[in-house]
Antibody, heavy 117, light 107 residues
Framework: QVNLQESGPGIVKPSQPLSVTCSVT??????????WNWIRKFSGNKLEWMGY???????YYNPSLKSRISITRDTSKNQFFLQLNTVTTEDTAVYYC?????????WGQGVMVTVSS | DIQMTQSPASLSASLGETVTIQCQAS??????LAWYQQKPGKSPQLLIY???SLQDGVPSRFSGSGSGTQYSLKISSMQTEDEGVYFC?????????FGSGTKLEIK
């Protein structure tokens, strides 16, 4: 059974980096041909795809975030990570990790991150 | 980016009623479309992919159709467990983009 679980700080101060971890069990993040994504949901139901790291460690980011985002992984722990730099209150959202073959077939439960001083 | 326009924003339906949700892409997405259901406090769940293929475990009352820029999700007989928010998502081009969601409630 594929399971994804996010963990994160809850609250981040403006201009600080936001870091969220996705721990994957039941499936190796190096298995071909899956992509491991970050997606966030703002209040009001807007969903934004942020980027992925693939089974072979290729990376692709949403151009709207390209200057602030970094996605990395630790294959020994079967985890992947999101870092978003220089956050503002507009980055307040629920952050999800999700597996993608062609589409997002497994999601974590999400972690709420609030940007506030 | 491909823009996804979803309608209606909200909908209420009686038990057993047929429900249809629409999604329009800003360009041809060649059936590269998925539908997701999200219940309160839960993550989105994949219902339909490739515009019309039913994800494993999803009840057969859900169906998807469409081509080009116009797609729809149909629930053939509304059940109480179908309450939630529904999203479309284009999977043709990066950055992947989502519709704004349709909130479905029981009347």
């Amino acid at each position: 059974q594929v399971n994804l679980q996010e963990s994160g700080p809850g609250i981040v101060k403006p201009s600080q980096p936001l870091s969220v971890t996705c721990s994957v069990t039941g499936y190796s993040i190096t298995t071909s041909y899956y992509y491991w994504n970050w997606i966030r949901k703002f209040s009001g139901n807007k969903l934004e795809w942020m980027g992925y790291i693939s089974y072979d460690s290729s990376i692709y980011y949403n151009p709207s975030l390209k200057s602030r985002i970094s996605i990395t992984r630790d294959t020994s722990k079967n985890q992947f990570f999101l870092q978003l730099n220089t956050v503002t209150t507009e980055d307040t959202a629920v952050y999800y990790c999700a597996r993608q073959g062609a589409y997002f077939d497994y999601w974590g439960q999400g972690v709420m991150v609030t940007v506030s001083s | 980016d491909i823009q996804m326009t979803q309608s209606p924003a909200s909908l209420s339906a009686s038990l057993g009623e047929t429900v249809t949700i629409q999604c329009q892409a800003s360009e041809d997405i060649y059936s590269g479309l998925a539908w997701y259901q999200q219940k309160p406090g839960k993550s989105p769940q994949l219902l339909i992919y490739g515009a019309s293929s039913l994800q494993d475990g999803v009840p057969s009352r859900f169906s998807g159709s469409g081509s080009g820029t116009q797609y729809s999700l149909k629930i053939s007989s509304m059940q109480t467990e179908d309450e939630g928010v529904y999203f479309c998502q284009q999977g043709l081009k990066y950055p992947f983009t989502f519709g704004s969601g349709t909130k479905l409630e029981i009347k």
